[in-house]
């Protein structure tokens, strides 16, 4: 039974690994295209793109956010307990007598900064959205009337010129 077991264990993978190179070769009579085409602007809707894009600066900004916001709340914790020598903020701390996070404090504060990376990304969309808004209704203004005419005015000169 062990046998077995090992063996399906060696195989599966090793089948895994080698079927991907058994499907880039294809039949002889077929060239496969080996480079992948560029997409195009349609391919995706705008709000896919913008999804895409609240996902890239939230989880971004999770690393910047998380180290200020455990600084904040190391200098807080240093003031909450009385400016206790145990409780120093992050720079100052002293490895024999800091007083760790506990595993409460750590998940909260790791919640704290996703809430805060969620919300940059969320003023991103919506100054996006307003901006696009506007752009197309003056977009739209102008198609409506028609390209605005350029007028050119004489600079005239202290002689009347």
Do not use: H
């Amino acid at each position: 039974m062990k046998a077995s077991c090992l063996r399906a264990l060696v195989i599966v993978p090793l089948l895994f690994a080698l079927f991907p190179l058994a499907a880039q070769q294809g039949s002889a009579g077929t060239t496969a295209k080996s480079e992948p085409e560029p997409y195009v602007a349609q391919e995706f809707p705008p709000w896919l793109l913008d999804l895409r894009r609240a996902e890239i600066i939230s989880l971004g900004a999770l690393p910047f956010v998380t180290f200020m916001s455990s600084i904040y709340y190391d200098v807080y914790r240093y003031y909450d307990n009385g400016q206790d020598e145990g409780y120093l903020p992050w720079p100052m701390k002293k490895k024999d007598i800091a007083v760790p996070l506990s595993e409460r404090e750590q998940k909260n504060l790791f919640m704290a900064s996703l809430g805060i990376s969620v919300s940059v990304a969320a003023i991103d969309y919506f100054w996006r959205f307003v901006t696009r808004s506007l752009k197309d209704r003056k977009a739209a203004a102008d198609r409506e009337t028609g390209p605005r005419p350029i007028v050119i005015e004489p600079i005239l000169t202290e002689g009347g010129q």
